[in-house]
């Protein structure tokens, strides 16, 4: 395999083909932090089979029908369909395509509890139910604690139920945790009913996965507190959201203020207009370009007509009659230098204050780590200045021998996939500390596609993207309709053919190779190209190999380019060229995914 090394100009080099070389190859599943197969999958959905590609996806996922409607989505942004015509794949919307198009529920059979150690999960959020998962799949009898009425975490708590209706979190959380014989004590807060110190008596192992589940402060440009943020009709974001989801009574005015612009604050503005709010306004305190929710959101928001005003920062919550919300004082702000994090500096222009009215104001600035249940003198506990566990990222285990953490509640607020994946990890570590066998290391295998002729026979480079079929403007305000209808089987099959299968790659056997140049010629995007041995790295294996020969040349492949037509196969007269597929095996289901044993489930109709 011949890739083009960047950093010597046109210089060429080989690329041994080995796992970790195939892995970097498929960018989507690089970009997913829980590394979901999503080429295999998306290729089962292009062929009508919705079941196998929810089975394969809930290995990696835990909650694909969950995250196919809540996903940050970090793996389409690196899709390499984005180079053909400048739109991904719809990977999150085909995942839960695939659930909702599956014919069985597919609950997994209980494993046997094979381990004589006991673990305790603090939080049944994505952490810790991916970590639960795992640990119970490796036979370990689990308990998970958390505060909340039902399991899910933020997938309950944060998530409105128009964008995720609980009927997915029951099935994908509450029946998916018992059908694996894994415990679940609800209602129950660690540090009020059940102490810390009690957990790491009584079990083997502790795992801290509880989250961000406080607000931060509504602050202004300086990073103080904004005089009237006690005034009623002022709310954080979280709160508000945890009242909307578990039926508790919420007054939301006329005018509704909310200030920032991520998922929370995109959940809250939407919200707000589902329960009658006459106007919406968004402020927030960089440009558009910076804002942390993704633009689909903001697009749906906008058609909502929620209200948007940007590079604004709070200064003063006002009142009329020194008890209520009447509005809020704001100041413009331009962008300065970018801060830790590399975005850009929000700077008040002095001067520019304006004022907008409104009688509720949501602030949705982020949540924080709650450690106050935490005994960390009493355990001898490392942590750092905000009080949370400092973990060893290798073990994600504390300096308290047993005790581990992680997730957002030591990464800070993130997204739920990247919680499953630190939790799924937590769980291979957690397994290894109790004395429970490694799994064996990963192999790789190369499958030959014979007559592939993908390019010949189908249009898939010509199928436009889709977004997400909706309800109409005049239906959604319902806080508890969906919002987004989903793909319909048609329609999901369609859009899955779009992939280009990055997990497929050409190979040209160089010993029948006659460098006819016929491949180059029908190459529809430039891919394949003959150079000269001259442009090969000295040293390079290839270049040895052809040491003593003279105006020698090789056939050298993009991998970047490559969309898997196949044209250069039906082109080739030598039969020199071959589609193989990739696939890793492994007794750690991370990469292995692809053959997947699909009936080891107890399956029922839905």
Same mark, same amino acid.
């Given at each position: 395999?011949?890739?083009?090394?960047?950093?010597?100009?046109?210089?060429?080099?080989?690329?041994?083909?080995?796992?970790?070389?195939?892995?970097?190859?498929?960018?989507?599943?690089?970009?997913?932090?829980?590394?979901?197969?999503?080429?295999?999958?998306?290729?089962?959905?292009?062929?009508?089979?919705?079941?196998?590609? !929810?089975?394969?996806?809930?290995?990696?996922?835990?909650?694909?029908?969950?995250?196919?409607?809540?996903?940050?989505?970090?793996?389409?942004?690196?899709?390499?369909?984005?180079?053909?015509?400048?739109?991904?794949?719809? +990977?999150?919307?085909?995942?839960?395509?695939?659930?909702?198009?599956?014919? !069985?529920?597919?609950?997994?059979?209980?494993?046997?509890? &094979?381990?004589?150690?006991?673990?305790?999960?603090?939080?049944?959020?994505?952490?810790?139910?991916?970590?639960?998962?795992?640990?119970?799949?490796?036979?370990?009898?689990?308990? +998970?604690?958390?505060?909340?009425?039902?399991?899910?975490?933020?997938?309950?708590?944060?998530?409105?139920?128009?964008?995720?209706?609980?009927?997915? &979190?029951?099935?994908?959380?509450?029946?998916?945790?018992?059908?694996?014989?894994?415990?679940?004590?609800?209602? &129950?807060?660690?540090?009020?009913?059940?102490?810390?110190?009690?957990?790491?008596?009584?079990?083997?192992?502790?795992?801290?996965?509880?989250?961000?589940?406080?607000?931060?402060?509504?602050?202004?440009? !300086?990073?103080?507190?904004?005089?009237?943020?006690?005034?009623?009709?002022?709310?954080?974001?979280?709160?508000?959201?945890?009242?909307?989801?578990?039926?508790?009574?919420?007054?939301?005015?006329?005018?509704?203020?909310?200030?920032?612009?991520?998922?929370?604050?995109?959940?809250?503005?939407?919200?707000?207009?589902?329960?009658?709010?006459?106007?919406?306004?968004?402020?927030?305190?960089?440009?558009?370009?910076?804002?942390?929710?993704?633009?689909?959101?903001?697009?749906? *928001?906008?058609?909502?007509?929620?209200?948007?005003?940007?590079?604004?920062?709070?200064?003063?919550?006002?009142?009329?009659?020194?008890?209520?919300?009447?509005?809020?004082?704001?100041?413009?702000?331009?962008?300065?230098?970018?801060?830790?994090?590399?975005?850009?500096?929000?700077?008040?222009?002095?001067?520019?204050?304006?004022?907008?009215?409104?009688?509720?104001?949501?602030?949705?600035?982020?949540?924080?780590?709650?450690?106050?249940? +935490?005994?960390?003198?009493?355990?001898?506990?490392?942590?750092?200045?905000?009080?949370?566990?400092?973990?060893?990222?290798?073990?994600?285990?504390?300096?308290?021998?047993?005790?581990?953490?992680?997730?957002?509640?030591?990464?800070?607020?993130?997204?739920?996939?990247?919680?499953?994946?630190?939790?799924?990890?937590?769980?291979?570590?957690? *397994?290894?500390?109790?004395?429970?066998?490694?799994?064996?290391?990963?192999?790789?295998?190369?499958?030959?596609?014979?007559?592939?002729?993908?390019?010949?026979?189908?249009?898939?480079?010509? @199928?436009?993207?889709?977004?997400?079929?909706?309800?109409?403007?005049?239906?959604?305000?319902? @806080?508890?309709?969906?919002?987004?209808?989903?793909?319909?089987?048609?329609?999901?099959?369609?859009?899955?053919?779009?992939?280009?299968?990055?997990?497929?790659?050409?190979?040209?056997?160089?010993?029948?190779?006659?460098?006819?140049?016929?491949?180059?010629?029908?190459?529809?995007?430039?891919?394949?190209?003959?150079?000269?041995?001259?442009?090969?790295?000295?040293?390079?294996?290839?270049?040895?190999? *052809?040491?003593?020969?003279?105006?020698?040349?090789?056939?050298? +492949?993009?991998?970047?380019?490559?969309?898997?037509?196949?044209?250069?196969?039906?082109?080739?007269?030598?039969?020199?060229?071959?589609?193989?597929?990739?696939?890793?095996?492994?007794?750690?289901?991370?990469?292995?995914?692809?053959?997947?044993?699909?009936?080891?489930? &107890?399956?029922?109709?839905?």
């Amino acid at each position: 395999m011949i890739d083009q090394d960047a950093d010597l100009g046109q210089l060429y080099r080989s690329e041994e083909a080995d796992p970790d070389w195939y892995k970097t190859n498929i960018p989507c599943q690089v970009g997913c932090p829980a590394r979901t197969d999503v080429s295999n999958y998306i290729g089962l959905i292009s062929q009508g089979r919705f079941d196998e590609a !929810y089975v394969l996806n809930r290995r990696s996922n835990v909650v694909p029908g969950v995250l196919g409607r809540t996903c940050a989505r970090p793996c389409e942004p690196v899709c390499r369909r984005n180079k053909v015509d400048g739109a991904p794949v719809a +990977i999150c919307w085909l995942k839960r395509a695939a659930h909702d198009h599956r014919e !069985y529920r597919h609950l997994p059979e209980r494993p046997k509890i &094979t381990q004589d150690k006991r673990v305790a999960i603090i939080g049944a959020g994505s952490a810790g139910i991916g970590c639960a998962r795992d640990l119970a799949e490796r036979g370990f009898a689990v308990t +998970i604690y958390d505060m909340y009425p039902a399991p899910g975490g933020m997938m309950v708590g944060g998530i409105p139920v128009w964008r995720l209706p609980r009927e997915v &979190t029951r099935e994908e959380c509450d029946e998916y945790l018992d059908a694996l014989g894994i415990e679940v004590k609800l209602n &129950t807060r660690v540090g009020e009913d059940v102490q810390l110190t009690d957990l790491l008596k009584e079990y083997d192992a502790v795992y801290i996965g509880a989250g961000c589940m406080l607000s931060n402060p509504l602050t202004d440009p !300086y990073n103080k507190v904004v005089p009237g943020a006690d005034l009623e009709g002022v709310m954080a974001g979280l709160p508000f959201l945890e009242k909307v989801n578990f039926g508790e009574p919420v007054f939301i005015g006329k005018k509704v203020i909310v200030l920032g612009a991520g998922f929370t604050a995109m959940d809250c503005c939407r919200s707000a207009i589902r329960f009658g709010a006459e106007k919406v306004y968004v402020l927030y305190r960089r440009s558009k370009e910076e804002m942390p929710s993704d633009e689909y959101e903001v697009d749906e *928001a906008m058609l909502e007509h929620v209200e948007f005003t940007y590079l604004c920062s709070p200064v003063e919550i006002l009142s009329e009659d020194g008890v209520h919300v009447s509005g809020v004082k704001m100041i413009r702000n331009r962008l300065g230098d970018p801060d830790a994090g590399g975005r850009r500096r929000p700077v008040p222009v002095p001067g520019s204050e304006f004022i907008v009215e409104g009688d509720t104001v949501i602030s949705a600035f982020g949540q924080y780590a709650d450690t106050s249940w +935490i005994p960390a003198k009493e355990l001898n506990l490392e942590v750092n200045r905000w009080g949370i566990p400092l973990v060893d990222r290798d073990t994600w285990m504390t300096s308290y021998p047993g005790l581990f953490a992680g997730g957002d509640f030591t990464e800070g607020s993130r997204n739920l996939i990247s919680a499953i994946a630190d939790g799924r990890d937590a769980a291979i570590a957690i *397994a290894r500390y109790l004395g429970a066998p490694d799994i064996p290391g990963e192999t790789a295998v190369e499958i030959e596609l014979p007559d592939f002729r993908r390019g010949m026979v189908d249009d898939y480079e010509s @199928i436009p993207y889709q977004i997400i079929p909706s309800l109409p403007l005049q239906k959604r305000y319902s @806080i508890t309709a969906e919002s987004e209808t989903g793909y319909s089987a048609e329609e999901a099959v369609t859009q899955a053919r779009r992939c280009l299968q990055c997990q497929m790659n050409i190979m040209i056997d160089p010993s029948i190779c006659i460098l006819c140049s016929g491949c180059v010629d029908i190459c529809p995007y430039d891919c394949i190209s003959m150079q000269g041995l001259s442009r090969v790295v000295k040293g390079d294996p290839l270049h040895e190999a *052809a040491e003593g020969w003279e105006g020698g040349a090789d056939m050298i +492949i993009d991998e970047e380019k490559c969309i898997r037509c196949g044209l250069c196969i039906v082109r080739c007269p030598t039969d020199a060229i071959s589609m193989i597929q990739f696939e890793v095996k492994s007794a750690n289901d991370r990469w292995n995914v692809s053959k997947l044993p699909v009936l080891n489930v &107890t399956s029922s109709p839905r």
